[in-house]
């Protein structure tokens, strides 16, 4: 019943950004712990940015300064800005969601959210 549909992928070169987007649907999303999560071929799965109910939010230490987790309730879609691409960046972006997730962290939802996207794909070339 819950959706999320990630768009905003593309290819940019380095120093570029990119928004990200997740629509949701199915659910009152805005009582969720929400997140952008990435993984590159052949590596593990790894944390990005998370935003509870509050507002709050949670950045992975690489991205920290570069990326910004918003949400916008009425249009019920959830958001990752980046700047300062770095080829590291490269890889698929999924959106994910928890209802009680707590805390509402890079940490907690790496290691397991209820619902994810099918993913975006993000390259960043040198």
């Known amino acids: 019943q819950v959706q999320l549909v990630e768009s905003g992928g593309g290819s940019v070169q380095a120093g570029g950004s990119l928004r990200l987007s997740c629509a949701v649907s199915?659910?009152?999303?805005?009582?969720?712990?929400m997140g952008w999560f990435r993984q590159a071929p052949g590596k593990w799965r790894s944390g990005v940015a998370t935003i509870d109910s509050d507002g709050s939010t949670s950045y992975a230490d690489s991205v920290k300064g570069r990326v910004t987790i918003s949400k916008d309730k009425d249009k019920n879609t959830l958001y990752l800005q980046m700047n300062s691409l770095k080829p590291e960046d490269t890889a698929m972006y999924y959106c994910a969601a928890d209802p009680i997730l707590y805390p509402c962290t890079v940490l907690a939802g790496t290691s397991g959210m209820d619902y994810w996207g099918k993913g975006t794909l993000v390259t960043i070339s040198s």
């Open positions: 199915g659910y009152t999303y805005s009582n969720y712990c």
